[in-house]
């Protein structure tokens, strides 16, 4: 059962479970509270915008992606609700204030003390230096080039999906979803209400962070979405989150020539370019390189390649403490020839 396009503010009530979820407001939201509409089952949060947002808000826009929603056929509508916080429900006091959408699910969600944080894609730019510095006060972890490109190609099938369905992602970064590997990889796409119809008028002003600048003036495409998934998979790769270079060598460790050049096409910014069936087999590919026993890699060498637990394709810290083994023992070889001279002298 859903909500009427448009609830007001007066029928919104308090969540009835006791989980504590600490979500930081950005972008559009003034605020993100938990929440329920009465007489409706199952659990909300209301996304409240800020007087800046409101003052550019097309509110015909946004009740048309709430109605678009409501007309999809169940199994379309389950699936988009299964990937997206996509918006169902415009919400109004004395005019409309925000929307409602789901919170992503709980496997998606870290413990940190007492709270439940949301784990947002830019995690998987964290080398394993950084992570081992944030250990102790975040709860992170390191996820190897395997797992990037696995949750990087459910990301991508989320994209295509809605490019499908007529729509384009606009405000496609790792900071608006969220995933997690267990049991498998999976992504929910965050900020659904930046998404826009192909050609068609926007909720929102298409705004982009510094970091996700297009190289052009114009309206958010399926390009301009590709342009930003290949700079994803490029920051996550080289963990660096606002990489504007690729580092042929480091993507040489973990990708093959042909999804190298898919990269390479989207970062162009020819519409032209981007060969979408291509990308679609590049992302269920990367969808397998994680099993419970292995995780692994393609390369042009081998079509899969068992990939060490904890190695870095950005910085192969293992190949450096080799080489550090390496040089000592040389140094004390010679050390101990010098001694064995001066003794023998």
């Not at 089952?41 to 992606?65: I, S």
């Not at 972890?141 to 295509?160: D, F, H, I, N, S």
């Not at 052009?216 to 990489?243: H, I, N, P």
């Not at 026993?293 to 904890?310: C, F, I, P």
Request: proline share 7%.
């Amino acid at each position: 059962m859903n909500p009427p396009d448009v609830v007001d503010e007066a029928d919104l009530t308090p969540p009835t479970d006791a989980d504590a979820y600490s979500l930081r407001p950005g972008g559009q939201a003034r605020s993100l509270t938990p929440c329920g509409v009465a007489g409706i089952p199952g659990r909300f949060l209301f996304k409240r915008y800020d007087e800046e947002t409101l003052a550019g808000l097309d509110e015909d826009a946004l009740l048309a992606m709430v109605r678009w929603r409501r007309g999809l056929p169940r199994h379309d509508r389950a699936t988009l609700d299964q990937r997206c916080a996509w918006p169902v429900a415009a919400v109004r006091d004395d005019r409309i204030t925000g929307i409602l959408i789901r919170p992503a699910p709980r496997q998606m969600f870290v413990e940190l003390r007492d709270r439940l944080t949301p784990r947002h894609l830019d995690e998987l730019t964290r080398s394993p230096e950084r992570v081992s510095a944030l250990r102790d006060h975040y709860g992170t972890r390191y996820y190897e080039p395997p797992y990037k490109l696995a949750v990087l190609g459910r990301l991508l099938a989320t994209v295509q999906w809605l490019h499908e369905h007529g729509y384009v992602v606009g405000d496609l970064q790792l900071r608006n979803a969220v995933f997690t590997v267990d049991p498998a990889p999976a992504v929910y796409l965050l900020d659904c209400d930046s998404c826009l119809p192909a050609g068609g008028r926007a909720a929102l002003a298409e705004v982009d962070p510094e970091q996700w600048k297009l190289p052009r003036e114009g309206a958010f495409t399926q390009e301009s979405d590709y342009y930003k998934f290949a700079w994803a998979v490029v920051r996550c790769l080289q963990e660096s989150a606002e990489a504007w270079s690729v580092d042929e060598a480091v993507l040489a460790r973990v990708l093959p020539l042909r999804h190298r050049r898919l990269i390479r096409q989207s970062l162009d910014g020819s519409p032209k370019s981007v060969d979408i069936a291509r990308w679609r087999a590049a992302g269920e590919s990367w969808q397998w390189l994680v099993t419970p026993e292995r995780v692994y890699v393609e390369t042009d060498t081998n079509l899969r390649e068992v990939w060490r637990r904890g190695r870095s394709a950005a910085g192969d810290g293992s190949r450096g403490r080799r080489g550090a083994v390496v040089v000592l023992l040389v140094v004390l070889a010679a050390f101990a020839v010098v001694l064995a001279l001066t003794l023998g002298a």
